[in-house]
């Protein structure tokens, strides 16, 4: 990583994070962590972070993000920006600070579209890039290259799809949207009828909508509904390698980690958090701030808020495997123990 | 979701499907769920749908497909189409109502094709498509924008590969087979040996071969096989995000639902269904109408037809938390079970 | 697969392996299975194989690769290679057979190529390739058709990357590497902070560094780092789908299987392997040749060299279900015993 030559005065990332100033106004060149901090760097503390209070002193950082409690025990020569969420104000700084130099506005002369689009003049759309008929790209839009827009799709404002993402037709993408590369949006989702010669297929109708600052991680995968659309409401965030299936709806500001899998018809509340490689099962109601485990599996609904779990932590294969042994007699273990009850019973009452 | 402007009558439709009309031979527009159901709707039961029944005196629906026991409890002023299996009979249907316009046959001007291919001229290949040398892509094909077919692969008649899909080199797809975006077929297999230094590759000199009516999901991956082919036979529908390894055979008809993983050399029977973020081991041989419930890890060959499983349910976390922490001293609890059982024994035989 | 037109001398594959020649020095047109072996080919005995050992006196196969031990099992008109690992030996005989042929040196027409790109005369560029700004690629590099690499990206000597691979900006890939097709590595890790409105992205300054001799699964997901790198060293394989999130650290020779999942920040060691579809927390440090279990569930820093293990493999659905459901009394079954063993004590010592 070479050394940015731009900086951007410590006051003014204290103001963009509503944060006090406590020292010398210095410029700051990067982010880093507390042990890898050198002149220059902004740094900070994360979880309140009790392993880490000891680097306070012998960190190399030019400032720090603290909380109010953690001020003191920072050495006087360290700039200091003062938040009561110092992740939180980390978060909103990382913005200044990524060099990443997004594309021009236009279209890559490679760029094939079809009848009737609607691009706007400010939208980026790189090399080999296919748009279909009648698709609306917004203003500000990028599409990064190598990306498929099928037809009667629409993508508003400022939403950045990045290389090779594919979009079916009848997708909706609402503003400020992040879909990261090899995402698949509205492929048919997996429903079949039986005969007696096999697989009947249902062609799929619906499509799918996805509200305003959604961000979607690589290669997840999200079918179109049978008869209705596959909902991803506003400010929901999805990790890399989901698989979300056909009529899910996943309410605002859900947040679900990688790996994860989410069958059919399942509708998931408001603010949940799905840990990574969990697997929730289809045609279940999940409600809001429901927080599932990672690696847990879903077989029932659940409307109450809370964290639930069926996690089972790898151990040493010595300790597992004469406990997993015993797990299938655990039936019979049970019944042997009822036994021994009542014979007391009976012992005792005799 | 705009409306569509042509109908269908529900005659035809009930002759498609081989179902009895009861009542009006009305339009229909659209299928619907029974609750978002209006007129022109036509509609249908799923499951046996006891909870669903009470939807058949409100809905709006001009049409519902339903078993005889389900027609008398429908009001008289809908129509109603008779069939034994409702959930085929509408998936047969759903072909009228898929308004997807396919691709014109030809190749777009962009396609890059290697020597001595052969290309039918009913076939479809978009834009950027890339294909290899010796490829025969049959009658009325279909390759969406971005694909790229390698050396010496063949896709027979009526096959469709939806953007961005990848076939290496040798791989072989039957006849109406439909390939999500995304997906990769006739990668090496993850086959290593190991020296001194670390890791060997083996090359692997197998090819795909997939046969006819078989449908894959988005992002799914295939890996070629070692010194013999990766077989997937005819009618198995597989869905996203699922990872087949080289050497697997899968067996007629079979389904595999998303994030499921089917490791090196196992062969998978026929008639079987694999539920979805289950895992099957490698080397195994599992029978035909053998059903793996969802999220079950498999490490046993199973030729009995039946549901196997390992499935734990998520619990709310302190129910889990307690019974977990026990399960690492199960073996010490069935240990001192024992010792009571011996302790009364030689109590009661004094 | 036809039958290649080239063969081998027996003779030349023994030099090669260092493994000592029995009988005739014969070409050898294919490496074929023990079972589906015939003349002209080359097999060989995986694992010890006991259960394949039958099959030496019926194999038709031309030569074979045994252990010293099997040597005298072996028919006398059939060649044989003696070697003390006959698989590491098959695995360095199969570049023999591998019939891919590789692209030739240069850019395709169609490749788009950013500004001050350092591109190697003897590097294969393929159709619809986008190079970014600043990019290198070393000596017989090879990018198959549709490949994106961000600006800053390098590419070092000999590595291959296959169709559609994406790499993000600021990528290393060291020398030797193989990419296969769909992979995406640098993408933004999954880093968000909470404030009221809903997440806060955390924008990610970090890359990701990949050593030499790597290999990559089809489909799999590697994460940029958010303010270091994320790491992948020396001789590391990865398998398809698997997913490897932000600041993650893999050592060197490593092996991951399909499906599984790294959450951020975890550090795994040298050596470890992983099996399919299990799942690591984050902010872990795993040390070296530490094994994980196929589908277990690590939310714990293992530092000791061993195997982990959470499986619970699948069984037949009435012996798993009778037994699951006494898990969820576990707790109760346990203070149950307990109080069994009291009330005996306090009988037995009146």
């Known amino acids: 990583m070479s050394h940015p030559t731009t900086s951007v005065n410590l006051s003014k ?92 506005a236009g279209l890559h002369p490679t760029v094939v579209v079809g009848e ?38 629409v993508i508003e404002a400022n939403t950045i799809l990045q290389a090779r993402v594919t979009l079916y037709e009848k997708v909706r993408i609402g503003k400020h949207c992040l879909i ?36 979607i991680g690589s290669n997840t995968t999200i079918d179109r509904g049978l008869m209705e659309d596959t909902i991803i409401e506003d400010g929901v965030i999805i990790d890399n390698l989901v698989q979300i299936a056909h009529n899910v709806s996943i309410g605002a500001r859900t947040a679900i980690a990688g790996c994860t899998g989410i069958a ?15 697997n929730i099962g289809g045609h279940l109601e999940i409600g809001n701030k429901v927080y599932i485990a990672a690696t847990s599996s879903v077989g029932d609904s659940f409307s109450e808020p809370g964290l639930y ?11 597992w495997r004469k406990n997993a042994a015993r797990f299938l007699y655990l039936d019979k273990m049970a019944k042997r123990l009822r036994d021994l009850e009542k014979r007391l019973e009976e012992h005792f009452s005799n």
């Open 13 to 104: 990332l204290a103001d963009a994070v509503g944060g006090r100033l406590r020292g010398a106004d210095c410029p700051i060149f990067k982010l880093s962590t507390l042990k890898n901090a050198e002149t220059g760097s902004l740094s900070f503390l994360v979880p309140a972070g009790t392993q880490n209070r000891s680097l306070l002193k012998t960190t190399r950082a030019s400032a720090l993000i603290l909380s109010p409690a953690l001020e003191q025990d920072c050495p006087s020569h360290i700039s200091v920006i003062i938040s009561d969420d110092p992740r939180l104000a980390f978060a909103k700084i990382t913005r200044f600070f990524s060099q990443v130099s997004l594309p021009q």
């Open 264 to 278: 059919g018809s399942t509708k998931i509340g408001q603010d949940c958090m799905i840990g990574g490689a969990a």
């Open 116 to 153: 009737h689009a609607h691009i706007a003049a400010s939208a980026s759309v790189g090399a080999y890039c296919v748009i279909g008929d009648h698709v609306t790209l917004g203003e500000n839009v990028i599409l990064y290259p190598g990306c498929t827009i099928g037809n009667d799709s």
């Open 309 to 319: 779990t069926s996690v089972m932590p790898a151990k040493p294969n010595e300790v």
């Open 180 to 215: 990261q590369s090899g995402v698949v949006i509205g492929s048919d989702g997996f429903g079949f009828a039986h005969d007696k010669t096999g697989w009947v297929k249902m062609f799929h109708m619906g499509g799918v909508v996805i509200g305003s600052h959604v961000e």
